[in-house]
């Protein structure tokens, strides 16, 4: 029997390049790991898992909306699912996953919340339903203080906190991790 991990943080704050060190530690160690991500995810690459340090490695699933994960994985012989933005996930998908760690671990990484401090619904459904959460703490890129909110820049650099809750998939040009200080002073 396995666990469901949520592992989330900010933006910049490592979570694909961890998932990618961890995928290589249980490789190493002769372990079957599946990787999935959402289809969504086309910033570098629909096929792929790409760490902002350079290290990447391909998918075994690209899940779109109406996929169901466990019954694309449940009968595979592997030892361990790891699934990157699974903030874009549906609740529905979530559930497949948790299902899924009653066979083998299951180690998710994404955001928690959007550039509104919003709850993703794929991550508020984690927060639920994971049997461990672990932050991946990272700095405000203002201050030194822990940063929790994943601000988006618009275009003359400030910042945007109203809009629309459809994912505006970007990286650095679009968003930096800030502390909720230095976010509400913006």
Not at 5 to 30: E, Q, V
């Amino acid at each position: 029997m396995g666990k469901l991990y949520f592992n989330y943080g900010t933006m910049n704050s490592g979570k694909s390049a961890i998932l990618l060190m961890k995928c290589k530690n249980y490789r190493d160690s002769g372990k079957v790991v599946v990787l999935i991500k959402p289809i969504i995810d086309d910033r570098n690459s629909t096929t792929s898992i790409n760490s902002r340090v350079g290290i990447e490695e391909a998918c075994n699933f690209v899940i779109e909306n109406n996929d169901d994960i466990f019954e694309m994985i449940c009968d595979s012989d592997i030892d361990c699912v790891m699934v990157d933005e699974v903030q874009f996930m549906t609740p529905d998908h979530i559930h497949q996953l948790k299902a899924l760690s009653d066979i083998v671990d299951v180690h998710c990484y994404g955001l928690k919340t959007d550039y509104k401090s919003v709850l993703f619904p794929g991550s508020k459904r984690m927060m639920e339903l994971a049997d461990v959460i672990n932050e991946i703490e990272s700095i405000c890129s203002h201050c030194n203080n822990k940063a929790i909110i994943n601000a988006k820049i618009g275009s003359l650099g400030n910042i945007i906190k109203t809009g629309s809750s459809i994912p505006d998939i970007g990286g650095n040009e679009k968003y930096i991790a800030m502390c909720w200080s230095c976010w509400n002073r913006h």
